[in-house]
């Protein structure tokens, strides 16, 4: 385990931490004035591998191969010129600071990364963090990199889980969740809707799933992952060739067929380890989706009786109503994707380059 101190005076600002995977949704802005939890489980950590924050390069003003030499091989709005390694955690993990009133911007809910760091050591005042909580961004504390240093510290820290252990444990992400606006004047606004979480790693996995294909039609299994891809698929990839094939491979799963082209596999939530199969298909281009969204692709929950204790006797069932589905059919996170495709070295395709740039057309059409 470690905690972060403050690189000015040495105050602790975090609580004891382990280290996970960052998630696939980290930098997601979702829909428009939605209240979105917080990011990071209490306890954990992630990090940024890539530059992240301000100061920001608009892309005009940054030569292709030094942009192609940092990892982006398409244009995108503005790269971040801070420095890699930014720390994510969860906003009561945080110990010892304070906000600086004078960067507290936002757009309208809440604070954003506009102003810069907005929270500061409260010992010797050096900025050390960025505090978001605004509308459609996901509730975090990002430690500013140059400005913290690690310690390892002594505790039970988690046990990283073998892959086996993850598929028995079973812990799933489900697709569907409530989503809930800002305060509204009618009240209490609220639906269910697809899960915010699925629709980022649905964008990360798109990108993979095009770069892999060549330009050629791709097919998935049916079921939710059809669900998920096989129409945006259809619609980006032309369909007068052969047919590469997708499939699931994973813990817990007989071994993938070895003509498959692609394999959609998890990454281990606390290492960020991609699954990597053994025997024919381990040539096969790996496609990535966080554990707990292939978990549930992998093997969907079914609406189960619950056993409930309390002010019910123990072993009485409750039969409560499945999930309401969604109103409309499933659509990858456009950002996510967006993020995930200018670094792949396939979009220097032309045909990958005409899907990235009719990006918002493709929006319209109601495929993100």
């Known amino acids: 385990m470690f905690v972060f101190l403050c690189a000015g005076c040495g105050t602790r600002l975090t609580d004891p931490l382990t280290q996970v995977e960052l998630p696939a949704h980290a930098h997601q802005k979702y829909g428009n004035g939605i209240q979105l939890p917080v990011l990071m489980e ?7 591998p890539q530059p992240w924050g301000s100061p920001w390069r608009r892309w005009e003003e940054v030569d292709p191969d030094e942009a192609a ?14 420095p890699p390694g930014s720390v994510v955690i969860a906003p009561g993990d ?28 409260e010992a010797c005042g050096l900025p050390v963090a960025h505090r978001i909580d605004d509308c459609s961004l996901w509730q975090a504390v990002w430690l500013a990199p140059d400005a913290v240093h690690r310690l390892p510290v002594d505790g039970a820290d988690t046990a990283i889980l073998s892959w086996a252990e993850l598929w028995e444990e079973g812990t799933a992400t489900p697709p569907s969740v409530p989503i ?18 699925w629709e980022a790693a649905a964008g990360r996995a798109l990108a993979h799933l095009l770069a892999a294909s060549t330009g050629r039609p791709v097919t998935v299994p049916q079921g939710m992952v059809a669900d998920v891809f096989q129409r945006a698929l259809d619609a980006l990839l032309p369909a007068d060739q052969p047919p590469r094939r997708a499939v699931l491979d994973g813990p817990g799963l007989p ?32 496609v990535p989706l966080p554990f707990g969204v292939w978990r549930w692709m992998a093997s969907p929950e079914p609406h189960l009786r619950l056993p409930v204790s309390g002010t019910m006797p123990d072993g009485v069932l409750r039969d409560d109503p499945p999930a309401p589905h969604p109103h409309h059919l499933f659509r990858a996170d456009p950002g996510t994707f967006r993020h995930t495709l200018v670094r792949l070295p396939a979009v220097r395709s032309p045909w990958l380059r005409e899907i990235l740039e009719n990006l918002t057309d493709h929006m319209r059409a109601g495929l993100f």
């Open 94 to 121: 945080t110990r010892g600071t304070v906000i600086v009133p004078e960067r507290a911007g936002g757009y309208c809910c809440g604070l954003d990364w506009s102003d810069g760091p907005n929270m500061a050591c």
């Open 180 to 197: 809930t606006r800002w305060g509204s004047l009618l009240g209490p606004d609220h639906w269910w809707s697809w899960n915010p979480q």
């Open 42 to 48: 209490s306890g954990t950590f992630a990090v940024e």
């Open 255 to 286: 071994a993938a067929d070895t003509d498959a082209d692609m394999l959609i596999v998890p990454t281990h939530p606390r290492t960020g380890e991609l699954w990597s199969p053994a025997g024919p298909a381990a040539p096969a281009y790996r």
């Open 69 to 82: 030499a940092r990892g982006v091989y398409a244009p995108v709005h503005a790269l971040s010129d801070g």
